[in-house]
């Protein structure tokens, strides 16, 4: 898309858990997340490693030939949502955005799956 906005990022979540001796084990998953248009801009202006952010969005995975022509893939979050939450914070900001991404009307699958 010419002349829209996009920004990709890394985000780490993170899970805790105890194992069988007692000992906490961190289980740490990255994911790649695109945002488009005003979302794009927020991100740009807000988010810097090591801020805490909450978001929502359709995972998506696609493919592409590399130049030795070897299938490639990747999964990425293509968000809906971002909100800024806790954690590192600018002294000159003031206020956490949330920003939403403009609805779009996503016609419903007509077969009807019993789960």
Not at 31 to 45: M, Q, T
Not at 75 to 84: F, G, K, L, P, Q
Request: charged share 35%.
């Amino acid at each position: 898309m010419v002349g829209v906005k996009k920004v990709s990022f890394s985000l780490a979540t993170t899970e805790s858990y105890r194992d069988k001796e007692g000992n906490k084990v961190d289980q740490t998953e990255w994911h790649n997340v695109v945002v488009w248009r005003g979302l794009a801009d927020v991100a740009e202006k807000y988010l810097s490693k090591g801020n805490q952010v909450y978001i929502e969005g359709k995972i998506k995975t696609r493919a592409w030939d590399d130049k030795d022509g070897v299938k490639r893939y990747t999964t990425e979050i293509y968000a809906d949502n971002m909100t800024m939450l806790g954690g590192k914070r600018d002294d000159a900001q003031t206020e956490r955005p949330t920003q939403k991404a403009p609805e779009v009307d996503i016609p419903e699958p007509e077969d009807d799956l019993p789960f």
